[in-house]
């Protein structure tokens, strides 16, 4: 593509494209583009101006080459490309609002006043025609109030007046509905995506072929920079994929034959081709859109008492704008003045501020937490989220990895103090014998094998001993692996305290001896995740109480408690699948909301007891049974940040509402008078349609400032 240069400074380049006319959808796909070449930090593509700014770190030539490479041509054949709604609502909104005004000038500067009163006339029928209707409905809605109001103005002749009110509150529908479509399209350029085509492997070879037309069992390439259209596994080659889309991590995962993927994840480097899984509705990503449509769907608290306050305030309206009337009819006895007055009064008080507060934010923390890996089924757990006193934490897969693996390898030692076996040597020992069981220590131990490159060699006269471990002999050489107690009846002496010190520790250990004499020991443990500690001491930070709820044995909880900055008073152990409800429940009856934090898997009793469940690292099962709230990450830090998005939802609703009543606090008076024996200040009907109208686009603006948040416990 030819370009010129308007600007080129250190980093930051803005070019001129020779392209023509340049669509919405082609200004996506040149920025699309842009972003996936290596270097480029930030681009901004201008469909109007044909401008592109590209800020960039790596070398000035090597985006100047990329600009010439492109072709729209060749682009519009992308697998797929993102579907941006921003611009097409920007340019939406600037047209409507240009063409308002542009209306409203002509009315006034060119039209003769018959006309501009014919047109004020026909404006009104909207606005009558929908009071009208809530009142046949039996509601006193906005509508009334605006109804009534130009109503008023045309009936005492001042079309001057109504017709501005009118242009007013038409700017002020403009305006809202852009606030409004904004914050939903905000998580749908996030999440979905516009599919045209994908390439289909079919008989060794490729086919472009619709997406529609995909089913479960095809085979899909995707190359470098393409995007993953559905749900599958992958079936060969190898990439680097970024799964933020749906968790909310950056940093990309790499994807090998056997692992799932899943739509609206993109691929960063390597090509692979995956087998479908899922298409359609039943995709991770359909689902998870579902889920946050749901939530949005449902009401919070907070938001019914909203709903109580609105649905008085229209006729507590209507009082005043009485009172107004009366009271400047008694002490000027001008009925124009009147009017204007009660006029004001109607138009100015804004029951869509305290109506639109909750569900705006509720639909912008929502589609935050999507973002970010965390999907709130429900308004209501959002908002119960915040004020959760406890968080109870399932050890097994939420505070550890959930898979046993190798911690320790120690060579036993002769009275010399020579090693008796070298470290390779005991795990080929540790390999020949566990390869053939199925406990969990021997499936821990054959991975550590695997890993380092160790094949297990065949023994014979292999025997289980029931509660002690495994026998079986190589060659001339008896070998067996097991607790002390095997170790003590085939003679190989178990130095003292050893057993219980890896106790202490939360590891299993398993003795390995070879012809009566003990030769090493290998520790299993379930292993603490890497960001358990840093987010239970998050969680502390934002004032929660943390317990562990575990089956396991006292001594080994107590062990993972230490690690993670826990004493042993906050854990619970040697407790049944069955009993986790239970003693959530008791710490509920102790006071406070509890929150129970687990995999799901034998948790959902719990889950669902709590006041607030979260499952956690669920992937692409986002329909936990029981949970309020799901996890998409194995990440204990998103417990932290989903409380701390709650609280900032709730906060924003609560200075939404705040506003909304002080708005309305202020402005009815100004508006009925109360302040013009003393200031001599009076607000003009036209100025309090304004102000309602600029007072609800400052509510939905607020609410639209989640879109920026950012948890403290954020890496």
Known sequence: MKCTILHDLPGRLRVHLCCGRMSLSQADVLEYYLRAQDGVQAVKVYDRTQDAVVVYGGERENVISSLARFSFAEAEAMELVPEHTSRALNREFEDKLAAAVMRRCISKLFLPAPITTALALLRSVKYIREGLSALWHGKLSVAVLDATAVTVSMARGDFATAGSVMFMLHLGEILEEWTHKKSVADLASAMSLRVDSVWLQANGTEVLTKITDVKPGNRIVIRTGGMIPLDGRVVEGEAMVNQ?????????????????????????????????????????????????EDANATKAPIARLADKVAGVFVPVVFVISAVTFVAWMALTGNINEALTSAVAVLVISCPCALGLATPVAIMVGTGKGAEMGILFKSAEALENLRSVGTVVLDKTGTVTRGKPAVT???????????????????????????HSSEHPLAEAIMAECEARGIVARMVEDFAAVPGRGVTAREGQNVIAAGNV????ELGAEVPAGVAEQFATEGKTPLFFAKNGELVGTIAVADEVKETSAEAIAALRKLGVDVRILTGDNRVTAEAIARRVGLSSEQVIADILPADKERHVRELQDAGGKVAMVGDGINDSPALARADVGLAIGTGADIAKEGADVVLMRSDLMDVARAIELSRATIRNIKQDLFWALFYNGIGIPLAAGVFFPLTGWQLSPMFGAAA??????CVVSNALRLRTFKPKTAH
């Open 485 to 488: 107690r095997l170790m003590n």
């Open 244 to 292: 933020s889309s749906l968790t909310g991590e950056s940093i990309p995962v790499e994807k090998t034959a056997g692992d799932t993927v899943n739509a609206a994840t993109v691929n960063r480097t390597g090509s692979f081709t995956f087998r479908a899984t899922r298409v359609g509705a039943d995709t991770s990503l359909a689902k998870i859109i579902q889920l946050v």
């Open 408 to 434: 320790d390898i120690v060579v036993a030692t002769r009275a010399d103090g020579s090693p008796t076996m070298s470290e390779k040597a005991l795990l080929k020992l540790a390999a020949a014998l566990e």
């Open 692 to 697: 309602m109208s600029l007072s609800s686009v």
